[in-house]
């Protein structure tokens, strides 16, 4: 009975340990997107925005997979308590990094499609905020596969960063609408508007999954309000 019951356990947490795997797999996967994306907006590669797309099937395929192993693990094991937080998770978490996934795509063609060079403070605050999304990733990621809740709250926290700085780059794109009234240098800027709230959107994004990582670890969701830039508080 009881190497039945060693057995039970040892299935049970190689489960987990499954779907921690498929997590962390997909979210490597999708920070080499952001640095890619990094290089796209530096130097306009066409050859690095095929890359970004060839990646993001692969993506889909994780979350597909997350799912299933979920799934599978919920219906087959029953897990109570932290094992059911970490599989309830690990849903959300695979379902924002395939949103990051989304946008990093999207930001990179409209990178491609504008017919007019950024000016050089708005290229380099852009690429500002996608380091910023870069570094939150991998520090979110790191509290999820340390279980560190207080780094989770730093991630959550750090957003209000991202969102200031994408303040900041907004301000200088209007700015540059008003000032230089370029047919093709406002349809530009009208572009990189929504350009840089998809990045910003994507910061959002990293929180959601900083927020799973402390509900997973502790047990209770973050009671007090997410710290927001000017734009939304």
């Known amino acids: 009975m009881k190497e039945y019951s060693d057995h039970i356990v040892s299935s049970f947490d190689e489960d987990i340990s499954s ?6 797999k997909m979210a490597t996967l ?3 997107q952001y640095k890619l994306l990094y290089h796209i907006v530096d130097t306009g590669s066409a050859s690095t925005v095929e890359d970004i797309l060839k990646n993001e099937p692969i993506l889909d395929q994780c979350d597909e997979k997350i799912r299933d192993q979920v799934i599978t693990f919920i219906t087959l ?25 989304d946008y990093c795509k999207n930001v990179s063609l409209r990178i491609q499609a504008l017919e007019v060079i950024p000016a050089a403070n708005i290229k380099s605050e852009i690429l500002r905020m996608i380091v910023m999304v870069q570094g939150q990733l991998k520090k979110v990621i790191d509290a999820y596969v340390s279980k560190n809740k207080d780094k989770s709250i730093e991630v959550r926290n750090d957003d209000a960063l991202i969102d200031k700085l994408y303040q900041s780059v907004y301000e200088q794109i209007i700015e540059e609408i008003r000032h230089k009234p370029n047919k093709l240098k406002t349809l530009m800027n009208t572009k990189l508007l929504f350009t840089i709230k998809t990045i910003e959107r994507a910061g959002d994004h990293i929180t959601n999954i900083a927020e799973e990582v402390y509900y997973a ?5 973050i009671k007090t309000p997410r710290p927001k830039g000017e734009f939304e508080q």
């Not at 779907?19 to 962390?24: A, H, L, Q, V």
């Open 77 to 101: 094991r029953s897990p109570m308590a932290v094992d059911l937080r970490e599989g309830l998770a690990a849903l959300k978490i695979s379902t924002d990094l395939e949103r990051l996934g």
């Open 217 to 221: 670890t502790v047990g209770e969701t």
């Open 19 to 24: 779907i921690r795997r498929s997590i962390i």
């Open 30 to 32: 999708c920070e080499e």
